[in-house]
């Protein structure tokens, strides 16, 4: 497969690995049709299924992300009159999507370093910016790969994560100062040195996360919408991107509608969406929700996202803290743990029933994006009904 | 398929849902002859592909279970001399192997509840003795199935833990007194109060268990050895049963040999193999080792372990805490977080390397039981190699 580079808002196309657009918006590999869903020839799948239509061939040492199942909730199809589905992506190997995205941009990386260049004695290596899912994910899919990575953390980082991330042994910077301007200072750092830079949204990540359509559709071929949490923008822009694919080699006619969710306190993308501007304009960055963990201010690919919206007949909505906090509490319910951030999509699908957009009937997938860095995070404050004898057991 | 309960070392039968064998062994269903491997029917697989030769059909709310992925790790056959996978049991829906279990035992109860004879106002119920991975994964299974349970933790369980476990919402009952004298107590509460009882070897749990096998043989068919910690003796059961039932019904000849690992602080199946014993005996329940939640002084299918890995002629090994923790660290290094129950799996593998038990281009199947009680546990001690300041980076 080509790796040239395009941009999906104005078609220039570049083989320059680290830049963005001179338009300002975000490369991907070029849009290519998928054109047979692979022989079932593995007993347990993984992304690399699709791997004629990835950049990368499966590196030796790898985790096997992606199969993840789509769960069918009987309490859940009751309350909402969907025909719902919830994919668990929380059974990636690092307990969220990231994994497919890592897998891929550490394959992409792994790819490079054996064919160029890296200065004398320098070992390749990875880099990603982040504290949360996507450093976990990418410290281990590097590690599995035998690839060196570098996490750039905040420098007030919570021992907690960083015990978590420092468990795969990458090098670990922790960062002074202005830490959202490292997104894009990283991109042109890499560029320098030589350097895979695998943020949210760069082309083998988002080529990565494509997958996650491919497995909805491949699963249910005539869903009408697919509901995620959006933040940086790069999963949206992947799923949109799975779906143009799949169009593109006859698999699928009819777009589903891509449903977006933010938190209402930190949804940049839902008020472009809302004020139906054609461009996303970053927030102050004073978000403070539970679902932390997609409160992007700054979206680096939320244009992109609001594009794939307004391409599939979607939408974006908010949704607060308390409307999240009760869906978590209402996945764990039914046993399924996912952290705050992931429950916006269940907090949403209600929304958009009572909204009408979604409709008894209708086909719907929501994307549980994640368990909580690693599992360990985000428990419902509920601690079930306790007793305290054994005596009163069984009886009542 | 039968219901029907039989003693795997005398050979009675028995159609009562709650007693063990007279002769005091424990009971698992009738072995049945698995003759082929089922279609691959659907995307994404679970134990329920298995379906033909389990006790139920799968519940409506099910968190599809199983079909975990089998790694190779490049660096460690390379260290090893083997032709070595990994079975990474964390990639289940709350961590564990234990899911596939809990999800036939739910599936059980639940088919049981149809059928019989709660008291009026009674909501049919599963209940389990355990304050670990067990205990999670089936508050979550029973949510998933919406059936109720009942889950015996000791009085001073770890806030952290209870609060894992309470996120499904299960009646938690904490026990004064001996927790381990519980084990026998709730299978005859059970009985009593027509409650099913779903502990660590009883028949349904070990049905849903003995998938594992299949999963390994239907990927990996000439397999010399699989290596797995022990505690209970009800998952190494299942496996020996799993072979058993492939063997039954021709789908493979020879049984790969059934390696066993225990802590040495907490080794009584071991101290019974090197004994050459028939039986296991209880120790001093005094055991401190990091693989706590394998540390079971009186396992109560222990004897059946030891009979497995008899007729399979492999071996119970004993390993150290250092051990464990070198191991744990290791698979870090390769992208892989288990707790330190199942690092002892690799600290088994490289012993049984060293002591010529395993031998160069053997066919090896480990198995890492889980993450950690649901992701969050057992965190190895190293934080990576971090650095300060952003100047230093990508120029060393």
Known sequence: MTLERRCYACGVTTDQPYARCDCGEPLW?????LEAWP????????IWRYEDVLPVEQPAGDLAPGATPLLSVPGLREETGLELWLK???????????????AVGVGVALERAHEASTPAGDPARVATVSHGNMALSTAACAAAAGLEATVFVPEDIAGERLAAIGAFEPEIVRVRGDYGRLYHDALELGA??????????????????????????????????????????GNASAVWKGLLEMRAGGLCTD??????????????I?????????????????????????????????????????????????VDDDAILTAQRRLASVGIRVEPSSATTLAAI???????????????????????????????????????????????
Chains 1, 2 share one sequence.
Do not use: W
């Not at 139906?276 to 992109?304: C, E, H, K, L, Q």
């Not at 929304?351 to 994640?370: H, I, W, Y």
């Open 350 to 396: 209600t929304a958009l029933c009572e909204g009408g957009a979604l409709k008894s009937g209708d086909r719907v997938a929501g994307v549980l994006t994640g368990r909580g860095y690693g599992g360990s995070g985000g428990e419902p404050e509920t601690t079930g009904r306790t007793r305290d004898t054994l005596d009163t057991v069984f009886s009542s």
């Open 29 to 33: 590999f070029a849009v290519q049709p």
């Open 88 to 102: 668990d992506e929380g059974r990636n190997p690092t307990g969220s999507f990231k994994d497919r995205g890592s």
């Open 255 to 268: 777009l589903p509608a891509l449903y977006l969710v933010q938190a209402t306190a930190c949804d940049p």
């Open 39 to 46: 022989a079932l020839a593995e007993l347990t799948g993984s």
């Open 270 to 318: 839902a008020r472009a969406y809302r004020a139906s501007d054609d461009v996303v304009t970053p927030i102050d960055d004073d978000a403070d929700t539970v679902a932390y963990s997609i409160a992007n201010a700054d979206p680096p690919s939320g244009t992109r996202a609001l594009a794939a919206v307004r391409d599939t007949g979607g939408a974006v909505v908010s």
């Open 192 to 233: 320098r040195h030589g350097v895979t830079v695998c943020n949210s949204d760069v082309p083998s990540r988002v080529a990565g996360q494509k997958t996650l359509a491919f497995e909805l559709l491949e699963a249910v071929p005539d869903l009408d919408a697919i509901v995620l949490p959006v933040s940086s923008g």
